[in-house]
């Protein structure tokens, strides 16, 4: 069984036909572009245009750990599609009778025409896609402290809908991302979505300013990642201080589990809290982001604000999903 | 984020597009003539007609507790409509994170044209109702003690049925339970279905006989709210002295662990079975219906019995709620 | 409610119709090649001519026990067909409130068009099928000890494909079997798959090897039924010896749980691996078959080999079960 060989998915739709999605450093910039223009297309077609693109196929949607927000978007964005999905859980697998994951995933080929894949372990998706016919697609749908990449997509893709002009089609990243600040705040050290995020913008003209506590900042090789590229990178004392020039807000949770004990996390806590009266102080057109689900760190005040883009978000996952299932389909 | 301002669910269709189904005190009695005859259209509709009513459609059917019929019944109803399902079961959802349900339902709202929610909390279904998007509507499959309007409905149209003319489309409630005699037999005091429908049946020229061991009396409340209707009300000693006038009986479970001690059950359990030994006193044509499961309530030997209502009433609810997610979509 | 009487299954297609398929004893030698060819037939339809065919039928997929494979190439298969799927497991089942299999069975008969079941007791099959009403079919996808036909339906067919001329539509199973060799090796004590596959094969002209530990010999009945047949039956000391006239080669696992102790064990499993070097004894056309999923039965390094049939085998298995969806409804 050969090796996951990486596709790099370029401007050219061609190349992404069959083609896995397990990093984002297979994304080229005119990839990017291509990806979230496809998502602004699909948004606009009407229901039975959609469903007609890819009616019939069948998505084998495999959680070896519980992510309904996740799992659920892949479902929806395939059904909108016009295809149909197979869930398959870690619980109720054959991964209980000590089967491997390259004979689970070759199987569940054998039904499937395209399979996304949540699993535990860092490197899952790449092995995986290894072990799959050659051109039947897989998207990794986290690995792990491995890579998120179609969060990452859907991220990239609410921060150039909030930066663009109202009322036209989004922008390509290089044109909204131009000159504008984007602060990261929260638990940078452990996240996923921000690592990948951070990555991804490097590559553009856009500030970052990280704020997190100390014991949670952001990892040496992110950062060193962001100073390889064309972005700009600071740190801020506090969310209060790097909000004042916040074009966008990206907000993660800071778990209290994370800290050495109850006093050092109570310390902090705070003072990451977004609320109505601190959003105050920040840009009119301010956009504030967040992963979700998200338990205090957004107070529930902020959301009737123009300014929360957090559900928007989510509905733009669901997009960027049927954009990327659309293209390896 | 507002409120649930409940829908008032008239005989005018265009009141139920997009409003949510939260509590039977939302139908108004040409409401619940409406979703009837509803039902009973969409069970002349051959398949293909139906599946080109909602075709596309997506259901989040959103079940925090377990309960296979209902859950099931949704599936097909949406399925028979030409929707499709995306199931998100509590042990998977990201409630488990701390996530408000507010926030879940919001959630779903971004992916879902409809939402079916069960919950083990009275008053889950308004609380939800009120976080999705304008228009976009929520049916309450269950709320802990507090409703299950679906099988309120569902009951409400098997009585219909049974009690109408055979080989003619259902009566309206009021022309067929006109002068009926409907008997509601088991614990009265713990069951939501039997609360719901004795409130329904309330506004209709029926006479309701409670026949309940007085430990599992049907509760002051209800009682009150049938009393301030058209119906009458009584309670018989025994469901042998009720069997004899019934023109329907609705029968529900006894369950052990409802008494104080295991010689309290003993002593009625017996007077509460229906066979076709005991069903050899009542009318050749009273129809015996049941919310199923059961369990040993009523006896395998009656189900050959064409008065055996039980199975037909779970096939109406197919149609019920088809019936309902057609005119909320 | 009356017991179920097996339908035979023949090669008029007009006996298939609303039976169900609860035992490999209902099979005639023309059902079974009318099954073979129809599932030929599938594979050759294109996505939207196989979607047609059954557009619109709900599949009730009830198990009882988890099982990913099996679960999935039923929902594969109605999918392709055009239906749709409603997912029912044991956990969330109302098993858990006491109700019988007749009843569940019964009421999933309300919301369906074909049932397949799960279930860990024997006779739990014909069971259910017993309950539901004339004209719906079920179809066994494993009772315990008993049957699991449809495996041994997907077994004959990759043996006939296996057996037959490439490129060609598969013989009929008395043509390619004629004059064959046929292995099985592994626990044939226990294998439910093993017992149905040789009773199957006992009608042919094929003979057939049996390769088991001692502890793990094929039980007294099954041999005694393939005497009864034209079939001829042999054991081999070990599976080199009986490797080098085999022109198929069915595969099982020896779990070291069936031993008496660890040493035991040791003391054989070796001698029932097969991997790359073993293979070099066997034909340049030995098909390795195994109803999957494995362990370390069958090495990796053979996966490569064009002999290896058991990834063909689960897709086999699709077209299969298509074929049987495609005959009952």
């Given at each position: ?197 951070a990555k991804m913008l490097a590559a553009f003209d856009v500030a970052l300013v990280f704020v ?12 060193a990642a962001v100073d390889a590229g064309t972005a ?98």
């Amino acid at each position: 069984m050969a090796a996951f060989a990486p596709a790099t998915l370029s401007g050219d739709a061609a190349a992404w036909r069959g083609a896995s999605l397990c990093s984002v450093t297979q994304f080229t910039e005119a990839g990017l572009d291509l990806v979230l223009r496809r998502a602004e297309e699909l948004r606009l077609l009407d229901r039975g245009a959609a469903r007609a693109r890819h009616a019939g196929a069948v998505l084998a949607n495999v959680f070896y750990e519980p992510s309904t927000r996740t799992s659920c978007s892949f479902q929806a964005a395939m059904l909108r599609l016009g295809g149909s999905v197979i869930c398959v859980a870690e619980s109720t697998s054959s991964a209980k009778k000590g089967e491997t994951l390259e004979d689970t995933a070759r199987s569940l080929g054998c039904y499937a025409d395209v399979v996304v894949l949540r699993h535990p372990e860092a490197g899952a998706a790449a092995r995986a896609a290894g072990a799959l016919p050659p051109g039947l697609p897989l998207l990794n749908a986290g690995d792990g402290v491995g890579e998120h990449p179609t969060q990452a997509v859907l991220d990239l893709y609410t921060l150039c809908r909030e930066l663009s002009p109202a009322g036209a089609p989004a922008l390509p990243p290089r044109a909204c991302l131009k000159g504008k600040t984007v602060v990261l705040v929260g638990d940078l050290k452990h996240g996923r979505t921000v690592h990948s995020l951070a990555k991804m913008l490097a590559a553009f003209d856009v500030a970052l300013v990280f704020v997190a506590p100390p014991e949670l900042a952001m990892p040496a090789g992110v950062a060193a990642a962001v100073d390889a590229g064309t972005a700009t990178r600071a740190e801020a004392p506090s969310l209060a201080a790097a909000l004042v020039d916040a074009d966008a807000l990206y907000v993660t949770r800071v778990q209290k589990e994370r800290f050495p004990d109850a006093a050092a996390y109570e310390a902090v806590r705070g003072s990451y809290v977004v609320d109505a009266q601190l959003m105050k102080t920040a840009k009119p057109s301010c956009a504030v982001l967040h992963p979700l689900p998200r338990v205090d760190e957004i107070s529930a005040d902020f959301d009737s604000d123009p300014r929360a883009a957090y559900f928007r978000q989510m509905r733009n996952g669901l997009f960027a999903r049927m954009a990327l299932l659309d293209l390896v389909l």
